[in-house]
């Protein structure tokens, strides 16, 4: 091997270690892998939840694309970071903020209405093979995405990467539902409104989280701190 290919390799190792235990490289590492993973996970998932007509999964997928939206805005918060003043990070802070706290709305929003249309059709919740194995995959990478995210928050003390962390927390109590509901309903089927009532009152939950987001972005003594 050429001596300029060893230097060249070293340097991309030593750039990814930095990168990776900087805060500001993990938060956009964290974004990355959030979007690759939802994209395919809401793609697989809208795909099923249409050839099978199942509202459940439908209503996942569409949370995956909002958990990209969020990973969105993150990246673009933390962009060039390095190059801002104060004045103008805690501007970009409070916009994503914001953002994510409308997204909160909107998903909100959505899995009340998708979950209620559920219950009012009585439609049984998805329980074939694919639906129990697309919630296990999330509830196993989504952990470990909120508790990552988390850990970076707080070493930023950044509001816009604890949302973010608490959408990642949204996603696995939505996949906590589609799977503990699947199995409900193979186990008794009378139970197939568990799935529709769990998803409503989680939807409430992410409402009430997007209303209280939204105030604080607005607020005038709004830091940008996690707490």
């Known amino acids: 091997m050429k001596i300029g290919s060893i230097f060249d390799i070293n340097e991309e190792m030593s750039f990814t270690r930095t990168l990776t235990e900087n805060p500001l490289g993990k938060a956009v590492w964290l974004a990355w892998f959030t979007i690759g993973f939802n994209l395919l996970e809401g793609l697989v998932s809208v795909a099923f939840g249409v050839e099978e007509e199942s509202f459940a999964l439908l209503g996942f997928g569409l949370d995956s694309f909002i958990e990209v939206f969020s990973a969105t805005l993150v990246l673009w918060r933390f962009r060039g970071e390095q190059g801002l003043d104060a004045a103008l990070s805690l501007k970009k802070e409070r916009t994503a903020t914001l ?93 197939w409104w568990a799935d529709s009532l769990s998803a409503i009152l989680i939807g409430c939950l992410i409402l009430y989280e997007g209303v209280n987001t939204v105030r604080a972005a607005r607020h005038d003594d709004f830091s940008g701190g996690c707490c």
């Open 99 to 191: 953002g994510i706290g409308i997204l909160f709305l909107l998903l909100g929003v959505g899995t009340i209405l998708a979950s209620s249309l559920q219950w009012a059709s009585q439609a049984r919740p998805f329980t074939t093979l694919p639906g129990l194995l697309i919630a296990s995959v999330s509830l196993s990478f989504m952990f470990y995405l909120w508790r990552a995210k988390v850990r970076v928050a707080r070493e930023l003390d950044s509001a816009t990467m604890m949302k973010d962390a608490r959408c990642s927390l949204a996603c696995i109590e939505l996949s906590a539902v589609l799977f503990a509901g699947s199995l409900l309903f193979m186990v008794s089927p009378a139970l």
